[in-house]
């Protein structure tokens, strides 16, 4: 049975390129009938699968119908903190999580955060493990050959944190950005930015700045009693000491 889906949804995944088959597919309520086989779906078709959910998210129709599915985000959501899943499936996981995000007329902000936050120490855990042991996470088909490894792990890193930084930006609330904040730091997100100082990425470097600034205004604007050094050299390595020591 599992090897009939398999060869169906390649089949699907070429037909949906089509225009006027992929929105007949969604007038179907095709998007039901993926809900309903997610429990068949295993490592080897998983790519596959997440390829015709992608292609249905360049619709809006599409998109508006996953996001209000539950069963189908938080697929999204274990897939991509799923371990033993092969890195492209985690990373193209990662980037439909992404892609839901922004849809705000649907919150999917809140609907990705709420999938996601069960999973967020697997999640970590699964990110260090990719990038201290890369050539175990690349695929588990030996028979399929990847390009450029070294860059899909970065991709990978770099998909991570778009969503990381694009769920803290589209938080408005001051107090849910500083629980996010901290939930992220026990799990471990800094070893995260130390790992892959050496990827030689200006892209990555870059998603890590910018967290690390929401980071400090965050825990600054929490802490009014925090003392400020600005009038001596070494003042931000003083600063830096107080907020990682809290």
Aim: contains cysteine; proline residues 3%.
């Amino acid at each position: 049975e599992r090897k009939k889906i398999s060869q169906a949804l390649y089949q699907l995944e070429k037909l949906l390129r089509q225009l006027e088959l992929c929105q007949q597919f969604l007038i179907d309520d095709g998007i039901h009938t993926f809900t309903e086989i997610i429990p068949q779906i295993d490592d080897n078709t998983a790519y596959v699968f997440l390829r015709c959910i992608k292609t249905l998210l360049n619709h809006e129709q599409g998109r508006i119908t996953i996001m209000d599915d539950v069963n189908m985000v938080r697929y999204l959501c274990s897939t991509t903190s799923n371990t033993g899943a092969p890195l492209r499936v985690r990373l193209l996981s990662t980037e439909l999580l992404l892609l839901l995000t922004y849809i705000n007329d649907h919150d999917g902000r809140d609907k990705v955060v709420v999938q996601l936050e069960p999973y967020y120490s697997q999640w970590f855990s699964s990110i260090e493990k990719a990038i201290s042991s890369p050539e175990s996470m690349l695929t588990q088909n030996t028979s399929v050959i990847l390009p450029k490894p070294q860059q899909q792990l970065t991709d990978y890193c770099l998909s991570t944190l778009f969503l990381i930084n694009s769920i803290i930006q589209v938080t408005t609330s001051y107090g849910e950005k500083e629980v996010l904040i901290k939930k992220f730091k026990e799990c471990g997100i800094h070893r995260m930015f130390y790992k892959t100082k050496d990827f030689g990425s200006c892209l990555l470097d870059d998603e890590i700045r910018k967290y690390k600034e929401v980071e400090e205004e965050i825990i600054t604007r929490s802490s009014p009693e925090l003392p400020t050094f600005l009038d001596i050299s070494y003042g931000s390595i003083l600063k830096t000491l107080i907020l990682e020591t809290r």
